[in-house]
């Protein structure tokens, strides 16, 4: 069972829905990272939450340590956004373990 | 600031046969990783450097899959022979400390046919 959990694992949505992705992990982190993916595979990290929420241009990513649950929204969604979206979490040790993703269509 | 490098962007190889990826980190990044990224899946560790030790190798196959950082800059990931299996995206990854995150390169997206 992976340790990370992400849903929906596919999302389609009409430009300038509210989006929001989801992300579930089992243990203790040391940090929590949201990362878009491209068709051709290039990653690009969006935010990296140890704590509460943070937000840039139109993405805000929040986190409950507590619930070990995290979320990143996307405001008036674009059909730009769409992309594979992914969750991974980062121990003491270093060691990363990474969600499936989840591949938002935003259809114009 | 040039990001993390790698090379090549795409590859297409017949089974049995070598082959190699290069990646050049950011500058200052002593932590090196190495994914493999199946389709549908997300990145699985390979192994990960600080400067120029191995100090996570667990998950590398190492019956066909070597890697090297030997001055602790630059590291190239070697498959020989490959599988039809080992057709995937493989990613470069980057950090000068984990409080700071991570910044992957573009992948190579390899083909064994």
């Known amino acids: 069972k992976n340790e990370v959990e992400q849903s929906p694992q596919n999302l389609t949505a009409q430009e300038g829905e509210f989006i929001t992705i989801n992300c579930s992990y089992s243990?203790?982190?040391?940090?929590l990272h949201w990362l878009q993916q491209h068709p051709g595979g290039g990653i690009v990290s969006l935010f990296m939450l140890s704590s509460g929420k943070k937000k840039h241009g139109r993405l805000i990513a929040t986190i409950n340590i507590q619930e070990k649950h995290s979320s990143l929204h996307i405001t008036a969604s674009h059909p730009r956004d769409s992309a594979v979206y992914i969750c991974a979490v980062s121990y003491r040790d270093d060691k990363i373990i990474f969600g499936k993703g989840t591949r938002l269509h935003i259809l114009p | 600031e040039a990001g993390v490098v790698q090379s090549p962007r795409y590859k297409i190889i017949e089974k049995k046969q070598p082959v190699a990826f290069w990646c050049n980190p950011i500058?200052?990044?002593?932590?090196l990783y190495w994914y493999r990224q199946n389709l549908g899946q997300g990145p699985e560790l390979l192994i990960r450097y600080e400067n120029e030790e191995a100090v996570d190798d667990s998950q590398l196959p190492k019956d066909r899959f070597s890697a090297e950082r030997l001055k602790g800059v630059d590291s190239t990931l070697k498959i020989q022979p490959a599988e039809l299996g080992d057709s995937a995206v493989y990613l470069c990854a980057s950090s000068i400390d984990r409080n700071y995150g991570y910044t992957f390169g573009s992948g190579t997206r390899l083909t064994v046919v």
């Open positions: 500058s200052g990044h002593n932590t």
């Open positions: 243990v203790g982190i040391s940090a």
